[in-house]
């Protein structure tokens, strides 16, 4: 596992992974020896958190929506009108990941509980936290995110 996240990691970046290189469309995720970068969609009002990646037919690999909430509060996703399956990894305020629900399939309208105070959600392709050993404990980073542990301004 630790393998495909490195080498993922060499692919997405060209050196370390700097606070200069925050920026709005991308998230950095990380654990104790590893960074990732994705590309990502910030969803931070109740109209864009609502609507989230339902009805795209597609996610490119390296890609990922951040739902932003304004306090950590009791968080369930489902995936109604959602075309193409979607790991959901839950973090808290400061950004550390909580739980992780794996492959949600498309149009499951059974809810999927992240926990009780959650604060940021981040959605990426089915299947992808496994290939690239992500697990809870791994903190986010991304100019959205307040009171986080791993920030953009160092």
Partial sequence: ??????????ALAAGPVSAADCAPDQID???SDTELRFHVEV?????????GLMFRENLPKF?????VYETPQPVAFWM????????????????????IKS???????????????IQYVLEINGGLAAELGIEPGA???NPALTGAVWSCSG
């Fill in 1 to 10: 596992m630790r393998l495909a996240w490195l080498l993922a990691a060499a």
């Fill in 103 to 117: 492959n949600a399939q498309p149009h499951d309208e059974t809810p999927v509980f992240g926990g009780d105070d």
């Fill in 139 to 141: 903190e986010i980073r």
């Fill in 29 to 31: 995720l990380r654990d």
């Fill in 43 to 51: 969803m931070d009002t109740p109209e864009g958190r609502e609507q």
């Fill in 63 to 67: 890609s990922s929506m951040l739902f």
């Fill in 80 to 99: 109604k009108n959602t075309l193409i399956p979607l790991d959901i990894l839950f973090f808290d305020a400061e950004g550390r990941l909580e739980r």
